[in-house]
């Protein structure tokens, strides 16, 4: 009787700790909802990411005083909250931290305190769009800082129906490609833009000059993309159950001794 109780013990327990050794080696990913209308920041970005490269070599070049003009980098954000968490940093330091060229920083930097944008646009989940041109922007891929962080790929996640006014500014670099950076007037969150691929292809217009050049922002500030609405980052999912292996060890322990005492009471 008990040899048969404890071998049924042993073979729950061999049940139990195969569940949880499949759930230690093969962890589910985290949830990656977020409600309309929620902010949420993403995680650090990784020390090998070539933005931190960007960030040691700004140090160096000041003797070690860029330390203050950098900002903490993330990825995967979600902004959702307009005016939750306002940029407390200046245009220069927001667009060094991006890697933006110099000259480039400088233009769009002179453009925000002269108050001189290319055009208005209006911020919506769908996309950000040129109220003169109609040109699109991602709303899924921006540069965006809030607080003292810069945050790549951070998506708009506006509660539906909900927009935002901003302005929009351009500075050409030395191989003569236009970037376009945004400010959000309610909380001036300085942020790079990259046009849609699905957007119109029309000129903004500086002066009378049409330019019909897209807009890219620099390849260094690419995250993992957004999809589907979903949190589609890299990196490695780590056991989310604090000491699930331990345990896991345990059980099988368990299920060891058992089996070897049910061999000793059959023999």
């Given amino acids: 009787m008990l040899v048969a109780l404890l071998g049924g013990l042993g073979t ?15 962890p589910a990913a985290p949830s990656t909802e977020v409600a309309a209308g929620e902010t949420r920041d ?22 070690g ?39 480039v920083v400088q233009d769009i930097a002179r ?3 002269d108050g001189t944008p290319v055009e208005l646009l209006e911020i919506g989940t769908d996309g950000i769009r040129g109220l003169d041109s109609g040109r ?20 708009v996640n506006f509660a539906p129906g909900h927009v935002e006014p901003a302005e929009l500014y351009e500075a050409r670099d030395t191989d003569g490609r236009t970037l376009a950076v ?14 849609a691929d699905d957007g119109p ?8 000059d049409a330019d019909p050049e897209w807009r890219r922002m620099p390849a260094i500030l690419y995250g993992q993309p957004w999809g589907g609405g979903r ?16 345990i896991a060890l345990l059980g099988l322990g368990l299920m060891a001794g058992l089996r070897r005492l049910g061999r000793h009471g059959r023999c």
């Fill in 65 to 103: 005083q860029a330390s203050a003009e950098t900002l903490t980098l993330r990825r995967n954000c979600v902004w959702g909250k307009p005016g939750g968490n306002p940029y407390r940093g200046s245009v220069e330091q927001a667009l060094r931290s991006a890697a933006l060229p110099e000259a």
């Fill in 231 to 246: 949190y589609t980052g890299g990196g490695h999912h780590v056991v989310s159950v604090p000491g699930t292996l331990s």
């Fill in 136 to 155: 699109v922007f991602d709303a899924r891929q921006i540069a965006m800082t809030f607080g003292m962080t810069l945050c790549l790929s951070t998506r």
């Fill in 182 to 195: 945004m400010v959000p007037r309610v909380c001036g969150n300085v942020s790079v833009l990259n046009q």
């Fill in 12 to 26: 729950s327990l061999a049940a139990v700790g195969s569940v949880i050794v499949k759930a230690a080696m093969n």
């Fill in 42 to 63: 993403g995680p650090l970005l990784p020390l090998a990411h070539p933005l931190h490269q960007h960030h040691k070599a700004l140090a160096q070049q000041s003797g």
């Fill in 201 to 208: 292809e029309l000129a903004l217009k500086s002066g009378a």
């Fill in 111 to 113: 453009q925000v305190r």
